[in-house]
């Protein structure tokens, strides 16, 4: 499986182009806004979308969700039904935030933790890490080693939990007893700024990490 990360929208979201290299089928993740420039790395690769995965309800994570399902016919699969109250919120959210106007949607699919979700033939775990919203999701490939862990976590940072239904110490909990498990060898894709591992911020991340 190969990735291609599209920065998006003024809030320079990271959405992921999924790619299995088996079977050339594709996924996008948190298609927040954008949508001319992630159809046309799409049409570049030359392949195929099967589906949207969405990580949480935030505006500029799933801005462009409705309007590329709609367009493509793709099933919407995530986040967590807990998130449902965000994504019901979108036109708010947009006007609140000077986005353009964006529909809400409701998923073919609510995950839970324990579910895997497949692209192509690759299957990704899921992983319910609740903090930053209630309802967010980690998308996790054990072949890979590779986390989409939206915004959970960041290259020294964590996700902001002053939001609606938003808990700091919860969203700890997620990272130290869902994520740090995984492995420190696990590279991770994060819903902004660069990528880094769970081991570097083990040791370093002031939120988290062996300093704190």
């Excluded at 290299?21 to 799409?42: F, I, M, R, S, W």
């Excluded at 081991?199 to 062996?210: D, I, L, Q, T």
Aim: charged content about 20%.
């Amino acid at each position: 499986m190969r990735y291609t990360i599209i920065p998006v929208t003024a809030y320079q979201q990271n959405c992921t182009l999924l790619v299995c290299e088996q079977t050339n089928k594709a996924a996008l993740v948190d298609p927040g806004g954008d949508l001319d420039v992630l159809l046309k790395e799409v049409k570049k690769q030359g392949v195929e979308l099967e589906s949207i995965l969405v990580t949480h309800g935030h505006l500029d994570h799933v801005g462009g969700v409705a309007e590329l399902a709609e367009t493509l016919s793709l099933p919407i699969i995530g986040p967590q039904i807990e998130d449902d109250f965000w994504i019901k919120a979108l036109a708010e959210q947009c006007r609140m935030f000077g986005f353009p106007e964006s529909a809400g949607f409701t998923p073919q699919r609510w995950l839970k933790d324990g579910d895997t979700v497949k692209v192509g033939k690759q299957v990704l775990q899921v992983i319910h890490c609740p903090g930053h919203t209630p309802g967010h999701v980690v998308f996790f490939s054990e072949e890979q080693r590779l986390a989409l862990v939206g915004d959970v976590l960041f290259k020294g940072s964590i996700g902001r939990t002053d939001f609606p239904k938003g808990d700091h110490q919860t969203l700890i909990d997620s990272i130290e007893q869902k994520l740090w498990p995984l492995g420190k060898d696990v590279k991770f894709i994060p819903g902004h700024g660069p990528m880094s591992t769970f081991g570097a911020e083990m040791r370093s991340n002031p939120y988290v990490g062996a300093y704190r």
